[in-house]
């Protein structure tokens, strides 16, 4: 598990520097926030289930960090991402990853990347596995839109916060849609429509 936590960690940081170096965000700032981040795990067992029309087997959210790279271990399908206010089965490739962009991404993006809303479904033959790591910004950190996308012409479209309290907030709630960073969009802007 230790050898996986420290190899996803250097996937997720070349994913990070590449996102960066496409949106021309300063890669001093990149490092800075991502860099020996807050790296978090869920493992989630979804057993099989009679009824799976009757059940969720996670409920629609977003993921509140930077990225979150997804394994799903059994190669069992069940998960989704609503694109277009559609649910959208995400197949399965043999021995590939799924990676999610996170709330944290939407906003130190400045909105140019969108967090994806997904879910899980259960089915009544087999059980189901996936392990999520999720990188977020240092806890020491404030979370908001990189200083180095932000100008005249593009104003900061969400607000700061200090990542600690991002992080306070975010285990506070249930998982739900994109309540954060709907929470975190300066007004005016158009909440995203799933
Ligand atoms: O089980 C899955 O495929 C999704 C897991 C997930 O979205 C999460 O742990 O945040
Ligand atoms: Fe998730």
Redesign the pocket.
């Known amino acids: 598990m230790e050898a996986y936590f420290k190899e996803t960690q250097k996937l997720a940081m070349v994913l990070l520097k590449l996102i960066g170096q496409a949106l021309e965000i300063d890669k001093r700032e990149m490092e800075e926030m991502f860099e020996e981040g807050l790296q978090l795990v869920?493992m989630?067992y979804y057993p099989p289930c009679p009824q799976p029309e009757l059940v969720v087997?996670?409920r629609p959210h977003s993921?509140a960090g930077g990225l979150?790279i997804?394994l799903?271990v059994n190669g069992e399908q069940?998960?989704q991402v609503k694109k277009n206010g559609v649910w959208i089965p995400v197949n399965i490739l043999p021995d590939a990853f799924v990676v999610h962009i996170g709330d944290a991404m939407e906003i130190f993006s400045n909105g140019i990347y969108k967090s994806i809303v997904?879910r899980?479904t259960v089915n009544s033959v087999k059980e189901r596995i996936?392990i999520?790591m999720f990188f977020n910004p240092k806890l020491e950190m404030e979370i908001g839109p990189a200083t180095s996308l932000i100008n005249e012409k593009n104003p900061p479209q969400y607000k700061r916060m200090p990542m600690e309290q991002y992080v306070k907030d975010f285990f506070s709630r249930k998982l739900r849609s994109k309540t954060i960073v709907d929470q975190m969009r300066i007004k005016g802007e158009q909440p995203n429509t799933e």
């Open positions: 869920r989630t087997g996670l993921d979150t997804l799903q069940g998960l997904h899980a996936s999520g």
